[in-house]
């Protein structure tokens, strides 16, 4: 269920150490990997640190964009679950003053929505 849940759009938890290894020439020394999650291709990867967001690029995803953002300088963040019309939870991510989001995350469900904002609560509010 994990893949394709995955290839529709829902997050799904992803082992930590395989996250860190995948991840070892981003993260710096003593670096730990607390929670990953991975929606389609792209990662939400949290630790002690910072919030690292993976994109992977174009058809093989060989192109990898690594958004590093610490904690903080995250300002505010909000979660919309999905209704009834609107199908899609959104997650919008806000760095220091700016009035738009620097980061807007959609998911196909509620499922994980909700576990990835409290992890970003639990990060941003320490």
Do not use: C
């Not at 930590?16 to 730990?32: H, P, Q, Y």
């Not at 792209?42 to 690292?52: H, M, P, S």
């Not at 989001?101 to 499922?111: C, G, M, N, T, Y």
């Amino acid at each position: 269920m994990g893949l394709f849940s995955g290839l529709i759009g829902n997050a799904s938890q992803k082992d930590n150490s395989k996250v860190a290894r995948d991840l070892e020439g981003i993260l710096i020394a003593g670096e730990e990997v607390e929670l990953a999650y991975v929606l389609v291709r792209d990662l939400i990867v949290f630790t002690e640190k910072r919030l690292i967001l993976v994109d992977k690029q174009g058809v093989t995803g060989k192109k990898i964009s690594y958004k590093s953002i610490p904690y903080p300088s995250i300002s505010r963040f909000t979660v919309e679950t999905s209704g009834h019309f609107d199908l899609d939870a959104e997650l919008k991510i806000w760095i220091s003053s700016a009035e738009e989001p620097a980061e807007v995350l959609q998911f196909k469900s509620d499922r994980n929505v909700v576990e990835i904002q409290q992890a970003l609560a639990a990060a941003v509010l320490k």
